[in-house]
């Protein structure tokens, strides 16, 4: 066997290639077309990888799982770009025990959907995130051009899937795990590689963006040689993972998340009517008796009712004002509490006076910094933790009651600095004379410039 030569890469690299697999027993082909089968010294090369990046995961915070290999064909149906870009490479069971299957199962191109699935039973609210899960398997795409190793029907690999709280912590892990991939490749296994972005065209099949890690081969051409994706929430809300976030608020809204919002809620008798909302034609309105607890279903009644409520239509335009709006929000240092897109950073801030916990002075979720809310009612309600969300300024243009209390009426009132004298008699909720204190961002503003910015603040 020694005697035969391997043909110069100068000659044919393909064949190069595949013969110095074959001959040096990493591998060999399968009955199957376009299967390998790993062979010894080729299974150690790869527990030496799998050695090398697992720790890397751990150290992370990732744990280990194992999903099945088969998925029900429906699954994969719920993420239009998924089936779309997976359809043509699909394996499908139609068969079990002899018997033709109810529903056609498939074998796994990747697991986004089963674990979406199993996502929402598991993730209920924010104390369960962030999941790092990795799971080390094999995966089937019917691939019509093979190569050992680098493609084949079935391949070897490593999944890891992660869900968080914010777009900002779920960038964040996306391109950390870019960064321990080129770690591997680079450090590890010696091979250079470029991360960078993949185009519209090239990303993954229901990903929002793709990284990946490229290879230069000896031909000049790029390999594909480890992909990490933001996936929005593209599958998240296929799968209706939703979860009640650190306020007891709504991330998503679903009928059992808004049971448990009206339970926190029973004591407002307001929700019937507010603002422009209407009740529903025919919906039963509650007005709660405060420490009274609604049936369940009651609660249900009522969640499904406030499902039912839909924002009126936002009539406020994007002008040369509103634009000009939004650079004063920018330059006075809003979007740093109510940032884009939602206008809110989630975080938590301390009512005044109100002493953090040591413990929780290390979380993500606080920001060590009060806006001079008032502590009466964060200290003594049932809701009283100490805490205040920086609330969302999308749809600020249809309310009607600014500031936790509800004191302010407009935005105009709450960007007056007159609301802050001892006088001053609030427009909103009030149990007379006082000022509306804290919150003193963008009270000092021009009176042009605050006509800008509360028409930009209408836009949201
Ligand atoms: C340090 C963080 C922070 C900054 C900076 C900040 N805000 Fe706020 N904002 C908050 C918090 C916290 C609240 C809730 C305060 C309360 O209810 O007492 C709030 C409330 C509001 C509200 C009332 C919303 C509601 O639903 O009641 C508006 C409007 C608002 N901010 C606009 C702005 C604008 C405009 C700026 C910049 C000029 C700004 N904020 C800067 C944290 C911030």
Known sequence: MAEEKLPTRAQDFSEWYNQLVLKSQLADY???RGCMIVRPYGWALWENIQGALDRRFKATGHQNVAFPLLI?????????????GFSPELAVVTIGGGEELAEP?????TSETIIGHMWSKWIQSYRDLPVLMNQWNSVVRWELRTKLFLRTLEFYWQEGHTAHATQQEAEAETLQMLDTYTDFAVNEAAIPVIPGKKSDAEKFAGADITYSIEAMMGDGKALQAGTSHFLGQNFAQAFEVKYLDATGLVHHRSIGDLMRYAIVNQGLDTLAYYGDFQPSPGATVFSGDEGTRYSDEQLYALALYISSLKPPPNPNPVDDRSRRG???FQQQG????HTPPLYTSNKLTPALGFHIPEDLLQSEDILNYSVGTDPTLAMATRRGTGFY?????????????????????TLEEWLDPARLRDDYVPKGFHL??????GHEFGLKLAPDDREALIAFLKTL
């Open 30 to 32: 399968a009955p199957v």
């Open 72 to 84: 029900p064909k429906s699954f994969i149906e719920k993420e239009k770009h998924h089936v779309e």
């Open 105 to 109: 199962l498939i074998l796994r191109p």
């Open 326 to 328: 939004r650079q004063i």
């Open 334 to 337: 809003c979007a740093g509490c």
């Open 389 to 409: 969300k920086v609330p969302s300024l999308r749809g600020v243009w249809y309310r009607n009651a600014f500031g936790h209390a509800g004191q302010a009426a």
């Open 432 to 437: 007379g004379l006082g000022p509306i204190k």
